[in-house]
């Protein structure tokens, strides 16, 4: 079955505009979430969205919002981009995230913030 | 707080090498712990989990409760695990499960 699917896979943007990202997750997972990958950070949590819903958020401020479709099929929005949001970010699905369910990554899209 | 602490960015060992690559937890109930991997210009995928008790491309991790810790071991290095590796916690917080990443440690076997 196909894999987690991300688009764009690249993104440049300027300072102050937003964007959007989006990730299919695998047929038959509800559960997604969404991930800031920097080379200083590592994997910074954002968010989770399971059953359209937002079920567990990171530490990140507002700017950093996220939604999920009935299909479960979720998006990211930024706005106001600052320079340091440049990064790859990483989505990621499971049948559902309670215990030990293996999480299924996506290949990332890397916004350039410029 | 719940959190997975890999204290090294970077690791090198020569190949044939063992390697210890460490993972310390800190969570107040039954965590359920894994090891990611993300090889150059591949997506991250699961490695190993502590549930299944296996051993994956040579590697091995055990939970160890009183240390808190769920180092990966492997005792001889190939080149082609060169790698990005990232511990991972999932365990139940607030009534959801949360997974937590470490920050991940860069292994760069040498020839």
């Known amino acids: 079955k196909a894999g987690v699917t991300q688009t764009p896979r690249y993104l440049i943007k300027t300072r102050g505009q937003q964007v959007t990202l989006s990730c299919s997750p695998i047929?038959?997972?509800?559960?997604v979430s969404w991930y800031q990958q920097t080379p200083g950070q590592g994997l910074q949590f954002l968010f989770e969205?399971?059953?359209?819903?937002?079920?567990n958020k990171g530490n990140f401020p507002g700017r950093f919002s996220g939604r999920q479709f009935s299909n479960s099929r979720s998006e990211m929005n930024v706005s106001t981009l600052e320079l340091g949001d440049s990064a790859l970010y990483l989505c990621?699905?499971?049948?559902?995230?309670?215990?030990?369910?293996?999480?299924?990554f996506g290949q990332g899209t890397r916004l350039t913030v410029v | 707080a719940q959190r997975v602490t890999q204290p090294e960015k970077l690791l090198s060992v020569f190949k044939g090498a063992p390697v210890e690559l460490k993972c310390n937890y800190s969570?107040?109930?039954?965590?359920?712990l894994f090891w990611y991997v993300q090889y150059s210009r591949q997506r991250l995928q699961l490695l190993l989990r502590?549930?299944s008790r296996e051993s994956i491309k040579g590697f091995t991790a055990d939970l160890n409760k009183g240390e808190t810790s769920f180092h990966l071991k492997k005792p001889f290095a190939q080149e082609e695990d060169s790698a990005m590796y990232y511990c991972?916690?999932?365990?139940?917080?607030?009534?959801?499960?949360?997974?937590?990443f470490g920050t991940g440690t860069r292994l760069k076997v040498l020839a």
């Open positions: 990621a699905s499971s049948f559902d995230n309670q215990g030990a369910t293996e999480a299924f």
């Open positions: 047929s038959g997972h509800r559960s």
């Open positions: 969205y399971f059953s359209e819903t937002q079920r």
């Open positions: 969570y107040s109930g039954s965590p359920e």
């Open positions: 502590h549930i």
């Open positions: 991972a916690l999932s365990g139940r917080d607030s009534g959801t499960y949360k997974y937590i």
